[in-house]
């Protein structure tokens, strides 16, 4: 059994906080926030922060000395990380980071759909199974919780392979938590382990380890340092 540390962010932050993980992001962290709505910028500066802060206490180094590598598709990964491995989500208030040795992981967070837009999106784009079992409950706020759900454990199957969402459409994702995939597709070759993972507030999670072995989520909650 592989353990994934999985933490929760909470992106709402003091001005002083922010200030203080923005002397951790590189040139190009903060180049991505030139231009940006102060709110958005705030919350980004806080995520990459923390997740250097996360990050660099498992590798033994300074925040700031914690250097990205990225994927053909952008999946980010620590340069000279050894084993370890990282991905990470953001919706809004609430962003989740996900660690494991010797596994690609992916992790999503969404902010629950709204029900109309739930059932077209899953009518249009997800495999036939998935979209029964979004159409199937009468109440409209369990077939959008269905449907983010199980959008969740997609992205998280699709940055664990690094690879792009359109490749995903014709691979099942349905089934109680966890489920094993066995064909990934287009995605790559090989299982992967997917798991709900519990958060608070209007929200979905879910994390994706590849390989067979059976995974352990690990939730902790991130504090500034």
């Known amino acids: ?23 951790l ?18 919350r980004f500066t806080v995520v990459r922060g923390a997740v250097r802060q996360l990050v660099g206490a498992r590798l033994g180094l300074p925040p700031a000395e914690v250097v990205w590598r990225y994927g053909p598709n952008g999946k980010p990964e620590a340069a000279d990380a050894g084993g370890l491995r990282v991905n990470w989500s953001a919706a809004g208030p609430l962003a989740v980071l996900a660690l494991a040795e010797g596994r690609a992981v ?31 409950p009468a109440d409209p706020a369990e077939r959008a919780a269905r449907f983010t759900a199980l959008w969740c454990r997609r992205e998280a199957c699709v940055k664990a392979y690094g690879g792009r969402l359109t490749q995903s459409f014709g691979v099942s994702v349905c089934g109680p938590s966890p489920v094993l995939v066995t064909d990934p597709g287009g995605l790559g070759t090989g299982p992967a382990r997917l798991c709900d993972v519990p958060v608070p507030g209007p929200f979905r999670a879910a994390v994706a380890a590849l390989g067979e072995p059976p995974v352990h989520v690990d939730v902790s909650v991130w504090q500034p340092v």
């Open 106 to 136: 992916g992790v999503d967070v969404e902010r629950l759909h709204e029900a109309r837009t739930a059932e077209r999106m899953a009518a249009r784009w997800l495999p036939f199974e998935e979209a029964r079992a979004v159409a199937e």
């Open 1 to 23: 059994m592989t353990g994934v540390a999985f933490w929760l962010i909470r992106t709402d932050r003091s001005a002083d906080v922010v200030a203080a993980l923005r002397r």
């Open 25 to 42: 992001l590189d040139g190009q962290e903060r180049a991505r926030t030139a231009g940006a709505d102060p709110g958005q910028r705030d």
